[in-house]
């Protein structure tokens, strides 16, 4: 039972490099998010997708990228890293929008 | 805009005591959906229930109990006889109209034996 799985793990930047964090979903679920966790702090929408080639906005985009190329895949882009970045990156995913998000066990972030 | 508050930040408690960890809500929407999250110190999310905005029936589910009141925009959540594996943090969140889910700050609750 894979459900959300998210790599890397545990990840160091450089200012200024950039990754991809890496989301996949074996629940063939329409929906998938990415959210970032900041020490002591709820949880806070970056992007969302609805379906394969449909992406939006969620509460804080800046500075990071999404494409959807498939049901199962929803990579998140961070193409400058600053140390505001410094985060826990949750990827989730859900059948529709109403129905509890299934969530991946996240990816630490540090940029130094 | 739509908010949700959890105002304890931290509750320590001993085993075996009920605790209640408290929810309230802003939303201009007169449909929407509410969830309950545990992160345990492992960092994972770990879904726990899922009330909409037509369904103010309470929920219990073993230990744990849910009251939703539309009247005080709140949605609680009570651990009865709480144990050591019920620390945690617990996140409320709302998700309206649209597909955003807003999530609260979390309740950090430290259970002691």
């Known amino acids: 039972n894979a459900g959300v799985t998210q790599t890397p793990k545990f990840r160091i930047l450089k200012i200024g490099q950039s990754m991809t964090l890496q989301c996949t979903q074996d629940m063939n679920h329409n929906y998938m998010y990415w959210y970032r966790q900041d020490p002591g702090m709820g949880l806070k929408l970056i992007y969302y997708s609805v379906g394969a080639g449909i992406t939006d906005k969620g509460e804080v985009p800046n500075g990071y990228n999404v494409s959807r190329s498939t049901t199962e895949d929803f990579p998140l882009r961070l193409e400058l890293a600053a140390p505001s970045q410094t985060s826990v990156y949750f990827c989730?995913?859900?059948?529709?929008?109403?129905?509890?998000?299934?969530f991946g066990d996240g990816t630490r972030l540090s940029i130094l | 805009a739509q908010k949700v508050t959890q105002a304890q930040t931290e509750i320590s408690v001993v085993e075996k005591e009920d605790v209640t960890l408290d929810c309230v809500y802003e939303?201009?929407?007169?449909?929407?959906?509410l969830f309950w999250y545990k992160q345990p110190p492992s960092g994972e999310l770990v879904f726990l229930i899922r009330r909409n905005s037509f369904d103010e029936q309470n929920e219990i589910s073993g230990r744990y109990s849910w009251n939703f009141q539309k009247s005080t925009s709140s949605f609680n959540f009570t651990i009865t006889a709480s144990q050591v594996v019920d620390s945690a943090v617990y996140f409320c969140?709302?998700?309206?109209?649209?597909?955003?889910?807003?999530f609260g700050g979390g309740t950090r609750l430290m259970v002691k034996p």
């Open positions: 989730a995913s859900s059948v529709d929008s109403n129905q509890p998000q299934h």
């Open positions: 939303t201009r929407d007169t449909t929407y959906y």
């Open positions: 969140a709302l998700r309206n109209a649209g597909n955003m889910l807003t």
